[in-house]
């Protein structure tokens, strides 16, 4: 079986620029996941979406950051404009249903110069 | 607030040198705990979900166990190969959704 997948798997860009991140989950997984990861932390989710809704998005800096999942499989989180502190390993994760165990793609690794 | 603390930071031990890692908590309605590895460079791996106080799950060289206030991840044995950073994350549900709250990790060194 195929993992989550992640593109690209690292990106380095000047501060104020925009920045997009994709995702393809696990097949036949409704709910995904995006969470950040900075050096040195747990990931935290940012947003959690079922199938194309949107279920969480509390911890999401809604001024600069954005996502959406059309169709109900992929997704891709952008963000605009970039600021320094944005820099950290951005996860995505897939489970079947909203309580079931998440797996993780490889991440996509950001620093913003 | 839900709060997960992982205990110690960082942990070398000698190939074989058994060890515990652990993992307190304070959520408001405890739905699962889970543990993580997650090797430099890559995704965390699921490794365990525990949901009741008293469970235990074995795999391989590593046991874990929980209890109300907090969770062990039990090394016997270990291997060089077992290095990596071990993460706890508990799950909340609420208004809908489903959450996992992370620990910072412990990062694990087994030296030959």
């Known amino acids: 079986e195929a993992g989550v997948a992640q593109s690209p798997r690292y990106k380095i860009i000047e501060k104020r620029q925009s920045v997009a991140f994709w995702c393809n989950p696990i097949?036949?997984?409704?709910?995904l996941y995006w969470y950040q990861q900075i050096l040195g932390q747990g990931p935290k989710l940012l947003i959690q979406?079922?199938?194309?809704?949107?279920?969480?998005d509390s911890q999401l800096p809604k001024d600069r950051f954005s996502a959406e999942r059309l169709k109900g499989v992929d997704s891709t989180l952008k963000i605009q404009p970039a600021k320094l502190e944005d820099s950290a390993v951005y996860l995505c994760?897939?489970?079947?249903?909203?309580?079931?165990?998440?797996?993780f793609g490889p991440g996509t690794r950001l620093l913003v110069l | 607030e839900d709060q997960v603390t992982q205990s110690p930071e960082a942990l070398r031990l000698q190939e074989g040198e058994s060890s515990s890692l652990n993992c307190s908590y304070t959520v408001s309605g405890l739905r699962g705990l889970f543990w993580y590895r997650q090797d430099p460079g890559k995704g965390p791996e699921f490794l365990f979900t525990l949901y009741s106080a008293g469970e235990e799950k074995e795999k391989e060289r590593l046991k874990a166990t929980l209890t109300k206030k907090e969770s062990f991840l039990h090394i016997t044995a270990p291997k060089p190969e077992d290095s990596a950073t071990y993460l706890c994350?508990?799950?909340?549900?609420?208004?809908?959704?489903?959450?996992?709250?992370f620990g910072k990790g412990t990062k694990l060194s087994v030296i030959p």
């Open positions: 994760a897939s489970s079947l249903d909203r309580a079931g165990t998440q797996y």
């Open positions: 994350a508990v799950g909340t549900s609420g208004a809908g959704s489903y959450q996992l709250t």
């Open positions: 979406f079922q199938n194309n809704g949107v279920v969480d």
């Open positions: 097949s036949g997984h409704a709910t």
